[in-house]
């Protein structure tokens, strides 16, 4: 079946850093991929929607200039966390739609997460 | 204001019983809706969904039950076994958006042998 990868799949660093997560499809096209964001006991929150060669939309409250997000390619979209503060610690997981699949069973497949915490 | 809600953080079955697992929406331009096994650290996996056109849809021990009229869908696991434990997460797409998904808070499930 289709698959997700993300990485890395858990990161630790230091305030003020910027960290990059990246996305990939591995076997399909995804001209869209997603962010979410999830806190403990809390729901999967959409950040933003990734569209390959354009820019992303961006969720209400979420902001653009800290959490930066490339899709340059049909099987690649990647968030970077920009200066990076204990706040923005969470687990982030991203998900693809396969552009080509006709079924609408699953419409989004996922990656594993990626565990940020920030000191 | 949530547009998907899990209004049970958990609960608790035995072994080989019924599990069902309820979920409530509000807007009514869903028009699919899908449930999600998840565990600690790990990405969502996909288990069942149904259209809004459908009022069931059943997949081995899976069933999803949808009624449109009271904005309600539940999720049957018969029979529950050890191995289903896990936080079950309702999402719903809206017709019409890139396809991206609203999801509840989930319900932790617990199944005891």
């Known amino acids: 079946g289709a698959v997700v990868s993300q990485h890395p799949s858990w990161v630790i660093c230091k305030s003020g850093t910027s960290v990059k997560i990246e996305c990939r499809s591995l076997d399909f096209q995804a001209t869209t991929m997603f962010w979410y964001r999830q806190f403990p006991k809390q729901s999967l929150m959409l950040m933003a929607t990734?569209?390959?060669?354009?820019?992303?939309?961006?969720e209400q409250g979420v902001e653009k200039d800290k959490f930066l997000i490339n899709h340059a390619s049909l099987t690649l979209s990647t968030l970077t966390v920009t200066s990076a503060h204990p706040e923005d610690s969470s687990f982030y997981i991203c998900s693809a739609r396969d552009s080509g699949a006709q079924s609408t069973r699953q419409p989004q497949h996922f990656g594993d997460g990626t565990r940020l915490s920030i000191l | 204001d949530q547009q998907v809600k899990q209004n049970s953080p958990s609960l608790s079955v035995q072994e080989g019983r019924i599990s069902i697992l309820n979920c409530d929406y509000t807007?009514?331009?869903?028009?699919?809706f899908l449930w999600y096994k998840k565990y600690p650290a790990e990405g969502p996996t996909f288990l069942i969904s149904i259209s809004s056109i459908k009022d069931k849809n059943e997949d081995g021990r899976f069933t999803v039950f949808l009624n449109k009229s009271a904005k309600h869908l539940s999720l049957h696991i018969v029979p529950s076994q050890p191995g289903d434990s896990a936080v079950y997460f309702c999402a719903a797409r809206s017709w019409g958006s890139q396809g991206n998904l609203i999801f509840g808070k989930g319900t932790k499930l617990s199944v005891k042998p």
């Open positions: 990734s569209n390959e060669g354009s820019k992303a939309t961006y």
């Open positions: 807007n009514s331009m869903f028009d699919y």
